[in-house]
Nanobody, 124 residues
Framework: QVQLVESGGGSVQAGGSLRLSCVAS????????MGWFRQAPGKEREGVAS????????YYLDSVRGRFTISRDNAKNTVYLQMNSLKPEDTDMYYC?????????????????WGQGTQVTVSS
């Protein structure tokens, strides 16, 4: 069983930056694909970025590529999402997720564990 706790969300103006963190419990962290998804009310959850157990970023949502960076520190059981040049359309609830295997997917149904979410609000 893996438990995920996100932090780092908040409110910023357009052009600003935030860094989300997700701490995972359990000894299997280094073997899990880790990812970030986001979801607005009434919309489907969409994949933002993911990183394999081999610390290879495998997926970025087109609209965030070049602005967001996923990273992980296996020694700290933590995955990060650095978000720069934020836009109002990045406003969403952001969720950390883990998969029971080291390879990643952009599909939410392929992930086994989810955090409670952290809100990101970007004002114009």
């Amino acid at each position: 069983q893996v438990q995920l706790v996100e932090s780092g969300g908040g409110s910023v103006q357009a052009g600003g930056s935030l860094r989300l963190s997700c701490v995972a419990s359990g000894s299997m962290f280094s073997r899990n694909c880790m990812g970030w998804f986001r979801q607005a009310p009434g919309k489907e959850r969409e994949g933002v970025a993911s990183m394999t157990s081999a610390i290879i970023p495998t997926y970025y949502l087109d609209s965030v590529r070049g602005r967001f960076t996923i990273s992980r520190d296996n020694a700290k059981n933590t995955v990060y999402l650095q978000m720069n040049s934020l836009k109002p359309e990045d406003t969403d609830m952001y969720y950390c997720t883990a998969r029971n295997v080291g390879s990643c997917s952009s599909l939410s149904g392929q992930y086994n564990y989810w955090g409670q979410g952290t809100q990101v609000t970007v004002s114009s």
